[in-house]
């Protein structure tokens, strides 16, 4: 009886464990008094994501560091992987960059639209993500 327990356990931890890693890491840096970055938080655990916050007083270096341009500028910056994700950036252009693994910095949608995840108001047309290499920005994707 003891061997089926130690095994039954040995798989629980296993699968555990898979689950764990099948999930995608993003660290989100914000301030802590940015609502809509914590609804933008929220989200991406919803669509699937472990998300580690890094609160900041002031999130100039980190932009300095990804140099993100300053048209692009909005209230937080996410790295995933070698990317960064500038914004409210849908889940469904965080994957499709992750699937197509382009040759880029990262990828923004600029300013804070309504209706973008963890924004209020209503989403009024898609969503024109840009793709930016060097500080050059191109279009991505529309979501």
């Known amino acids: 009886m003891k061997p089926t327990i130690i095994a039954l356990l040995a798989i629980a931890v296993l699968l555990a464990s898979c689950t764990a890693k099948d999930l995608t890491e993003i660290t989100v840096y914000k301030t802590p008094s940015c609502g809509c970055c914590g609804g933008y938080v929220s989200y991406l655990e919803k669509q699937g994501f472990a998300v580690n ?8 270096k980190i932009k300095e560091q990804y140099r993100i341009p300053d048209d692009l500028l909005s209230c937080h910056t996410s790295v995933i992987g070698n990317y960064y994700i500038e914004g409210h950036v849908p889940a469904e252009a965080i994957r ?23 924004m209020g108001g209503t989403k009024m047309q898609p ?4 793709a930016v290499t060097n500080g050059e920005a191109t279009d991505f994707i529309k979501v």
């Open 53 to 60: 916050v890094i609160e900041l007083a002031s999130l100039d």
């Open 127 to 130: 969503f024109e993500v840009l």
């Open 96 to 118: 499709a960059l992750l699937e197509k693994q382009p040759s880029i910095d990262g990828i923004a949608l600029p300013g804070m639209p309504a209706g973008s995840p963890g």
